[in-house]
C-alpha cells in the first residue's frame, strides 16, 4: 500500500484503531465496535450524500472490524461508489474491501463487473493494476467468465505498460488456477511465450510463472518456451552480477527468475536441438560452477539465493538424467552439502541424493556418501533430517553394501523416534529380504528387529520369516536354534513368541538332539510365555504344542496334562477352547501315523509354477495396472532372485484355489487383515488366516482343519501397490510388478456401467471415489483422491489419456491436481467428458505421486462408457414397434443370449436398465415379462437411436434362468457395444 | 483431588499457579490459555477436557480462575470450592481484580496452601482462616494462641474460636433473593424460579446455640396437625407457608437434627456467614409485568412500546429499576419518549436502556420509541431478543418470611431478649426477561 499522504491521514480511522487496541477485554472491544457500527449506520443512512472521503474513511473502519472477526452486512453499496471515485486511495479501498469481503453471489456483482472493465478499459496504469489485482484477489468463476476474455488481450497488446503486463499475467495465473476451462488458449498463447524476451525483468518472471502452469497443462502448444527459456538462463548465468542492477540480490543475478527458468525446464524433455542442449548443459555447468567459487559476500541471502538455483539446476538434471557427467558433479556438490552446518541445506541435499540414487549414471557415485549419511543419522538433531537420511540409505542400498546399511538401520532403531520406526522396520525388513545373500543372516536380521521394536513390527513381517524359512531348508536348523535362543530371554515381544511357536513347532526336532534344547525343554520354554500373550497368539501356541506331540511323543503326556486344565478345556474364549478340545481328542483317539500325517510337516510353498502364473496374468491385463518399480535397473541383477517374486505369487495362487497343503495351524480365528487391506501384504495374511469361524465348526478331521484358504475376493484387489520401494508396502514388494489379470478391471468398468458414483479403486495408501455427471454428449466426472496415510503424497499426478482411436471419439480435458495430497486428506479433480462419435474403450487414468520417496503409479480404466451419454426417449407401443421393424438389418441388431448371474427381480432389473441411462417403456411389448427401453446416444458427430428389449425366462429353475437381450440401433458397433456392457449386468 | 490451580489475567497471563500433584505438567498452564482464554469461539462450558485433563473455570470481572484435576473429580465439589475460594480472596482483599492479585500474591499463596491440601479442600472459613493467616505483620504469638488456633483448626467446631466477648449481642439477618422470569409476549409464564440466601452476620458472645425458623411448608404443616386443617394451621401462623425445593445449608448448621425435626440449629461462625440457600419455584411473587408491543413498519423502520406494571403492595417502593429493550443489529437511529425516568439509545449495546429511580406497588409506566433501521442485503431476519430487567424490591418475592431466631447462651447466661437481631429482605431481579 502506497504511503498515505497526510491530508488523507483518516484521523477517526486511527483513532477507532487505537481505542480498540486499548480495550482491555473482549466485552470492552466488542462495546466499542457496537457504537462506531451503530454511528456508521446512521451516517450512511443519512440522506445527505457523504464525501469521497469520509466515504473512504468507513468504509475502511467497516473492513477493519471485518478483519477483527465480526459480521459486517452493509456499506457494500458504498465501497462499490468508491470505485467509480477518480483518487487512486479511494479506489484502492474500494477494491480492497471488494476483494474481501463481497461474496460471489451478491448482487453486487454486476456493478463490481462494470467498474473493473471501466477501469481495465481506461489508460491509467495503476488503475488498471488495480482492477487486474481485484480481479485476481477474488478470482471466482463469475469472475473468470466476465474477464478471462479480457485479460489476454491485455497482457500480448503492445501498448500496454509492463507494470501492468505484470500483473496482467498474474492474474491470468489465477484465473487459470481457479477454472482453467474459462481460461481458452487462442493466438495469444504463442505470443505470451515471447514474453520470455521482453525487456523488462518483471514481466518476464511474471510471464513465466503462467507459462510454466500453462504449459504443464498443454506441454506441445509452448514447446517453442524451451529454447528461448534456455537463452534468457544462458544470458542470466553468464551475466555479470552488475548487469541486472535492480534484480540482482545480494550479488545474485535474478535468483527467482533464474529458479522459474530452471523449473519450466523441468516440465520438457531434454531439448532435441543440439545447439539449445549444448547451451543449457553449459549453463548447469555454469552453475556448478559457481557454487563452488567463494561467496561473494557473507550474508545468508546471498548464500540462499545461490542455492535455491543450485538446487534447482540439480533437479533439473536429475529430471533430464541423461548427463552422467552433470549428474556426478551434482552429486559431488550435494556430498559438500551432507556436510554443511546449515540444517535446511543438509536436508534438502538428502532428499535431492534419494532421487540422484535412482538414477544408474550416480548411483555408484551417491554409494560415496554412505559413511557421511550414516552418520547423519546417528548425529543429526533434527528429526525430519534424520527421516531423510533413512530414505536416503534405503534408497542407496544394493548388494554390495545391504549388509552394513542393514546393521546400521538396526543400530538406529534403537535410538530412533517413534514416529519413524514403524517405518524404519518395514524399510529392515524390505532391505533384509531383497538383498538376502544367506537366509541365515536373513533370519538373525528380522528376530533382531523383532527384538529391538517388537511393537513396530507388523504381522506381515514375521508371516514372511515364516515363509522363508518353510521354504528353504538349509536354514529352517538355524531359525530353530535362534529362536529358541532368543526365547530365552527373560521379556520377549509377543511377536517373537509367535515366530517361536510356529518354528519350534515346524522345526523343533531339529534341535531336539541338543540336551540343552530337548523337547521338554522347549515345550517348558514356549508354555512360560503362554499366559503372557494375547488370545490369537495362545491360538498359535496351542497348535504349536499338538505339533510338539506328533515331533516328541515323549510330551505327549505332559501337553495333553496342560490341554486338560481347566484355563485350556474351559477357557471362556471359543477359539481356544475349541482348538483345547479338539487337539486333546485327537492327540487321545489318533493312532501316531493318522496324527503324522494330519501334522504333517508345512510343504514349501510351490513358487516356480506360481510365478508363471503371475506373468501370464500379468500379460494378459496390460490396462488395469501397472506398477513400475522406481528404479528399473534393479528389477533383474540386483534382485535377490527370483524367489521372491514367486512368493508373492504364492499368495495369489492360494488365494484364486485353495490348495491341499492348507496351513494345519489355522492362525486367525477371525482374519480381520484378510478383509481390510486388499494389498500384496494381505495376500500374504490370507496364507496364514482362516476363513473364520466356518472353521471352528469343522469335525476333527482334516477337512476341519483345512478350512478353505479364503482369500479376499481377488476383485477387492485388482490392484498391488508398487513393490519393494514403498515404504508401507509389506515385505513382499521385490516381487515383479503382479498387475490383476484383465477381467478384474473390466469387471470394475462394469460397475459403474449402471452407476455414477461410488468408490472406484482403494488400496492401502490411495481411495479413489468418483461421482459423475452426464449430459446430452458432455459429461462432468469428479474424482475424488483420498490420502490414506498420515503422510504426506509428494508429486502427486494424475493424467488421462485416451489410448489409440479413442482419441478421436472422446475428448477428455482434466483440471490438475495439487501435487501435495496431505496425509488423510482428500484432493478433487474435475474431468470434463466430450462424446465426440460413439467408442468402445475406455480412458485410461494414470496416477502417479511419492509416498515416502517412492514412485506409486498406478493405471485405471475410467468408468466411461457409451451408454453414459444415453437420453432417454418416451414412445409408445405402435411408434416403437415400427421403429424395431425399421432397424431391421442384420448389423444394426445385436442379440445375447446369457445365464442369469444375480436373480430375476424385477425391482433391482429396472432399477439397472433405468441406470443404464434409457427410458422403460411399460406396457409396450404383449409379454409383460419382457423389459423394452429406448434412448438416443448423444454424440457430437451423430445421434443414434437405440431399442433395446431383454426377454427373461423367469419360470424356469433357478440356476438355469436366462435373459434373450436384443439391441437394435441405427449403427452396427453401437449396438454391439452396449450390448456386450449390459450383457454383464445381470 | 484438584491437581492444581491456576489464575489467569483477561490476556491469558498466569497471575497465580500452584501445582498440588504430579500429574499436572507445567504445559497445562499454556493448554487452558490457548484452548479455553484464547479460544477462537468462545467456551461457554465451564468444564474443559483437554487431553485427558479436566479444567474447570470461573470467571470474576476479568479473572479467570482454573482449577485442573487429571482423575475423575466430583465437578460440583470442585466449583463449589472455587466460588469459596472467591468469596475467602474477597474477604481478604476486597474485590477480585488484577491489581488485587498482583498485590496480595504472597498471600494468597498462603491462603492455597491453607484451604488445599494435596488437592483436598479443607477449611474454607474465612473466620477461622482470618485468625492464623493475617494481612498485618506476623505478631508472635504466645504458646497458648498457638495451641488454641491448632485446638479450633483440629477441633470439632472449626468455624468458631472460644472466648469471644461482646458488649452488645447484635445479630443481622438478610433474605437475599433474585427472582428471575422467562414470559411469553401474551403474558404467560414460561418459567420462574426464585434463588435465595439466608445470610447472618453475628456479634454473639460465647458459644451460642441458635436456632432458626421460617415459614417452610413442611414444618407449618406439621405444626398444623396437632391442630384443626392445614388452612387454619397457616391461618395461625398468620402469613403463607411456602414450598422449598431445595436447600444447602453452611457447615455450622447440624444436618442430623434438620433431617430428624426440620428443625435448623446451629453454632454460628462470628461475624458473616452464609447461613443458608434455597431455591423455590412454586407460587412466586412477580413484582413487574412487562407488556411489550413492537410494530414493524416498512423494512426501514420499527416502533416499539413497552408498558411496565408494578404488583405489589402499594406502600413499598422498588428501586434501581432497569429496562433494557434490544435494538435490530442494523438501527441507525433512536428517539425515545418516556414518562418517567431516563431513557437512551446505548449503541454500544444494542439496547434501549431505560432507567426509574423508584417506583411504588401498583403502578404503571410506558415508554415509546421509533427505531430507524439500515436496509441490509444480509436476509436474515432479526431474532428480536427478550426484553430484559432489573430492579430492587423490599420484600421476598418467594414468599419467605422469618418466623423466629432463637439464641441460647448455657454459660453465659444472657437469654434470648438480650439480644438486638434485625431482619431485612431483598428481593432482586435475576435474569428477568419477557419475550417481544
Known amino acids: 500500500m502506497p504511503a498515505v499522504s497526510k491530508g488523507d491521514g483518516m484521523r477517526g480511522l486511527a483513532v477507532f484503531i487505537s481505542d480498540i487496541r486499548n480495550c482491555k477485554s473482549k466485552e470492552a472491544e466488542i462495546k466499542r465496535i457496537n457504537k462506531e457500527l451503530a454511528n456508521i449506520r446512521s451516517k450512511f443512512k443519512g440522506d445527505k450524500a457523504l464525501d469521497g472521503y469520509s466515504k473512504k474513511k468507513y468504509v475502511c473502519k467497516l473492513l477493519f472490524i471485518f478483519l477483527l472477526g465480526h459480521d459486517i452486512d452493509f456499506g457494500h453499496m458504498e465501497a462499490v461508489n468508491l470505485l467509480s471515485s477518480n483518487k487512486y486511495t479511494e479506489k484502492q479501498i474500494g477494491y480492497l474491501f471488494i476483494s474481501v469481503l463481497v461474496n460471489s453471489n451478491s448482487e453486487l456483482i454486476r456493478l463490481i463487473n462494470n467498474a473493473i472493465k471501466n477501469d481495465l478499459s481506461s489508460r491509467n496504469p495503476t488503475f488498471m493494476c488495480l482492477a487486474l489485482h481485484c480481479i485476481a484477489n477474488v478470482g471466482s468463476r463469475e469472475m473468470a467468465e466476465a474477464f478471462a476474455g479480457e485479460i489476454p488481450r491485455i497482457l500480448v497488446a503492445g501498448d500496454t505498460m509492463d507494470s501492468v503486463k505484470q500483473s496482467a499475467a498474474l492474474c491470468l495465473l489465477r484465473l487459470y488456477k481457479a477454472s482453467p476451462d474459462l481460461v481458452l488458449m487462442g493466438e495469444w498463447t504463442s505470443r505470451v511465450v515471447h514474453l520470455l524476451n521482453d525487456q523488462h525483468m518483471g514481466v518476464v518472471t511474471a510471464a513465466i510463472s503462467l507459462i510454466t502452469c500453462l504449459s504443464s497443462k498443454n506441454p506441445d502448444e509452448f514447446k517453442t518456451c524451451v529454447s528461448l527459456a534456455v537463452s534468457r538462463l544462458s544470458r542470466i548465468v553468464s551475466s555479470a552480477s552488475t548487469d541486472l542492477q535492480d534484480y540482482t540480490y545480494y550479488f545474485v543475478p535474478a535468483p527467482w527468475l533464474s529458479c522459474k527458468l530452471l523449473r519450466l525446464l523441468q516440465c520438457y524433455p531434454p531439448p532435441e536441438d543440439g545447439a539449445v542442449k549444448g547451451r543449457l548443459v553449459e549453463c548447469l555447468e555454469t552453475i556448478l560452477n559457481k557454487a563452488q567459487e567463494p561467496p561473494k559476500s557473507k550474508k545468508v541471502q546471498h548464500s540462499n539465493a545461490k542455492n535455491a538455483i543450485l538446487f534447482e539446476a540439480i533437479s533439473l538434471i536429475i529430471h533430464y538424467d541423461s548427463e552422467p557427467n552433470l549428474l556426478v558433479r551434482a552429486c559431488n556438490q550435494l556430498g559438500q552439502f551432507l556436510q554443511h552446518r546449515e540444517t535446511n541445506l543438509r536436508y534438502l541435499a538428502l532428499e535431492s541424493m534419494c532421487t540422484l540414487a535412482s538414477s544408474e549414471f550416480s548411483h555408484e557415485a551417491v554409494k560415496t556418501h554412505i559413511e557421511t549419511v550414516i552418520n547423519a543419522l546417528k548425529t543429526e538433531r533434527d528429526v525430519s533430517v534424520r527421516q531423510r537420511a533413512a530414505d536416503l540409505l534405503y534408497a542407496m542400498c544394493d548388494r554390495s553394501n545391504a549388509k552394513q546399511i542393514v546393521a546400521e538401520m538396526l543400530s538406529y532403531l534403537e535410538t530412533a523416534d517413534y514416529s519413524i520406526r514403524e517405518e524404519m522396520v518395514l524399510k529392515v525388513a524390505i532391505l533384509a529380504e531383497k538383498y538376502a545373500v544367506d537366509y541365515s543372516w536373513y533370519v538373525d536380521t528380522i528376530l533382531n528387529l523383532i527384538r529391538i521394536a517388537g511393537d513396530y513390527v507388523s504381522e506381515e513381517v514375521w508371516y514372511r520369516v515364516i515363509q522363508i524359512v518353510i521354504n528353504r531348508d538349509d536354514v529352517q536348523g538355524y531359525a530353530a536354534k535362534t529362536v529358541f535362543e532368543a526365547l530365552q530371554a527373560p521379556a520377549c515381544h509377543e511377536n517373537m513368541v509367535k515366530v517361536g511357536g510356529y518354528i519350534l513347532g515346524e522345526f523343533g526336532n531339529l534341535i531336539a538332539g541338543d540336551p540343552r534344547s530337548s523337547p521338554l525343554v522347549q515345550f517348558n520354554l514356549l508354555h512360560s510365555k503362554f499366559h503372557l500373550c494375547s488370545v490369537p497368539t495362545r491360538a498359535l501356541l496351542l497348535s504349536a504344542y499338538i505339533k510338539f506331540i506328533n515331533l516328541f511323543p515323549e510330551t505327549k503326556a505332559t501337553i495333553q496334562e496342560v490341554l486338560r486344565s481347566d484355563s485350556q478345556i474351559r477357557n471362556s474364549d471359543v477359539e481356544l477352547q475349541q482348538r483345547a478340545v479338539e487337539y486333546l481328542k485327537l492327540s487321545s483317539i489318533a493312532s501316531t501315523d493318522v496324527l503324522a500325517t494330519v501334522l504333517e510337516e508345512m510343504p514349501p510353498f510351490p513358487e516356480r509354477e506360481s510365478s508363471i502364473l503371475a506373468k501370464l496374468k500379468k500379460k494378459k491385463g496390460p490396462g488395469a495396472v501397472t506398477v513400475e518399480l522406481e528404479d528399473g535397473k534393479e528389477r533383474g541383477e540386483l534382485n535377490g532372485g527370483g524367489d521372491r517374486g514367486g512368493d508373492a505369487a504364492i499368495a495369489a495362487s492360494n488365494a484364486s484355489t485353495p490348495s491341499p497343503s492348507a496351513d494345519l495351524l489355522g492362525l486367525r480365528s477371525t482374519a480381520p487383515v484378510s478383509g481390510t487391506t486388499p494389498s500384496a501384504g494381505s495376500l500374504l495374511v490370507d496364507v496364514f488366516s482362516e476363513a473364520g469361524p466356518s472353521a471352528t465348526s469343522a469335525g476333527v478331521n482334516d477337512d476341519g482343519f483345512l478350512s478353505a484358504l479364503h482369500a479376499p475376493e481377488a476383485s477387492d484387489s485388482p490392484l498391488v501397490e508398487g513393490p519393494g520401494d514403498s515404504d508401507s508396502a509389506p515385505p513382499t514388494v521385490a516381487s515383479e510388478d503382479p498387475a490383476p489379470p484383465l477381467p478384474e478391471s473390466d469387471e470394475l468398468l462394469n460397475k459403474f456401467v449402471c452407476k455414477n458414483n461410488g468408490v472406484l479403486f482403494e488400496n492401502q495408501l490411495l481411495q479413489i471415489g468418483i461421482k459423475s455427471e452426464y449430459r446430452q454428449n458432455l459429461g462432468r466426472m469428479y474424482l475424488f483422491y483420498g490420502n490414506k496415510t498420515s503422510v504426506q503424497f509428494v508429486s502427486f499426478n494424475t493424467t488421462v489419456s485416451c489410448p489409440g482411436e479413442l482419441q478421436s471419439q472422446l475428448n477428455v480435458q482434466t483440471k490438475t491436481v495439487e501435487p501435495l495430497v496431505e496425509g488423510g486428506a482428500q484432493v478433487q479433480q474435475v474431468i470434463n467428458i466430450e462424446c465426440l462419435t460413439d467408442f468402445i474403450d475406455a480412458p485410461l487414468l494414470n496416477i502417479k505421486f511419492r509416498y515416502g520417496g517412492a514412485l506409486q503409479n498406478i493405471s485405471l480404466k475410467l468408468p466411461v462408457t457409451i451408454n453414459k451419454f444415453f437420453q432417454p426417449t418416451e414412445m409408445a407401443a405402435a411408434d416403437f414397434f415400427q421403429r424395431w421393424k425399421q432397424l431391421s438389418q442384420p448389423q444394426q441388431e445385436a442379440q445375447k443370449i446369457f445365464k442369469a448371474s444375480h436373480g430375476m427381480d424385477t425391482e433391482v432389473l429396472k432399477a439397472k436398465l433405468l441406470g443404464l441411462g434409457t427410458a422403460l417403456l411399460e406396457n409396450v411389448d404383449p409379454n409383460p415379462e419382457n423389459y423394452v427401453c429406448a434412448g438416443v446416444i448423444q454424440t457430437k458427430a451423430q445421434q443414434v437411436g437405440c431399442l433395446l428389449r431383454l426377454e427373461p425366462n423367469a419360470q424356469a429353475q433357478p440356476g438355469e434362468q436366462m435373459y434373450r437381450l436384443t439391441l437394435r440401433s441405427s449403427k452396427d458397433t453401437v449396438s454391439q457395444r452396449v450390448c456386450d456392457l449390459l450383457a454383464e449386468q445381470f | ?436
Open chain 2, 1 to 436: 483431588m484438584i491437581g492444581g490451580l491456576f489464575i489467569y489475567n483477561h490476556k491469558g497471563e498466569v497471575l497465580i499457579s500452584r501445582v498440588y500433584r504430579d500429574d499436572i505438567g507445567r504445559n497445562a498452564v499454556d493448554a487452558f490459555r490457548v484452548n479455553v482464554i484464547h479460544a477462537r469461539q468462545q467456551v461457554r462450558s465451564p468444564v474443559t477436557n483437554i487431553a485427558r485433563t479436566s479444567f474447570f473455570h470461573v470467571k470474576r470481572s476479568n479473572i479467570w480462575l482454573a482449577a485442573v484435576t487429571k482423575q475423575n473429580v466430583n465437578a460440583a465439589m470442585v466449583f463449589e470450592f472455587l466460588y469459596k475460594m472467591c468469596d475467602v480472596m474477597t474477604a481478604y482483599f476486597g474485590k477480585i481484580s488484577e491489581e488485587n492479585i498482583k498485590n496480595n500474591f504472597v498471600l494468597i499463596y498462603e491462603l492455597l496452601d491453607e484451604i488445599l491440601d494435596f488437592g483436598y479442600p479443607q477449611n474454607s472459613e474465612t473466620g477461622a482462616l482470618k485468625t492464623f493467616i493475617t494481612q498485618t505483620g506476623i505478631k508472635s504469638q504466645s504458646k497458648e494462641e498457638q495451641s488454641q488456633i491448632t485446638s479450633q483448626v483440629t477441633g470439632q467446631i472449626g468455624w468458631r474460636r472460644e472466648g469471644i466477648k461482646y458488649r452488645r449481642n447484635e445479630l443481622f439477618l438478610d433474605v437475599l433473593e433474585s427472582v428471575n422470569l422467562l414470559m411469553s409476549p401474551q403474558g404467560q409464564v414460561l418459567s420462574a424460579h426464585v434463588s435465595g440466601r439466608v445470610v447472618m452476620k453475628s456479634y454473639l458472645s460465647g458459644m451460642p446455640e441458635c436456632k432458626f425458623g421460617m415459614n417452610d411448608k413442611i414444618v407449618i404443616d406439621k405444626q398444623g396437625k396437632g391442630g384443626a386443617t392445614e388452612e387454619a394451621a397457616g391461618k395461625r401462623s398468620g402469613h403463607q407457608s411456602i414450598a422449598i425445593d431445595d436447600c444447602t445449608f453452611h457447615q455450622c448448621v447440624r444436618l442430623s437434627k434438620f433431617d430428624a425435626e426440620r428443625s435448623i440449629s446451629f453454632i454460628p461462625p462470628d461475624g458473616e456467614c452464609e447461613l443458608m440457600r434455597y431455591r423455590t419455584t412454586k407460587d412466586i411473587i412477580l413484582p413487574f409485568r412487562v407488556i411489550p408491543l413492537v410494530r414493524e413498519v416498512g423494512r426501514t423502520k420499527l416502533e416499539v412500546k413497552v408498558v411496565i406494571k408494578s404488583n405489589f403492595k402499594p406502600s413499598l417502593l422498588a428501586q434501581k429499576i432497569e429496562v433494557r429493550i434490544p435494538t435490530p443489529l442494523n438501527t441507525s437511529g433512536v428517539q425515545v419518549i418516556c414518562m418517567k425516568g431516563k431513557a437512551k439509545y446505548k449503541a454500544s449495546e444494542n439496547a434501549i436502556v431505560w432507567k426509574i429511580k423508584r417506583m411504588a406497588g401498583m403502578k404503571e409506566s410506558q415508554i415509546s420509541a421509533e427505531i430507524e433501521l439500515l436496509p441490509t442485503n444480509d436476509k436474515k431476519k432479526w431474532a428480536r431478543p427478550p426484553i430484559s430487567m432489573n430492579f430492587e424490591v423490599p420484600f421476598a418475592p418467594s414468599g419467605l418470611k422469618v418466623r423466629y431466631l432463637k439464641v441460647f447462651e448455657p454459660k453465659l447466661n444472657y437469654s434470648d431478649h438480650d439480644v438486638i437481631k434485625w431482619v431485612r429482605y431483598i428481593g432482586r431481579s435475576g435474569i428477568y426477561e419477557t419475550r417481544c
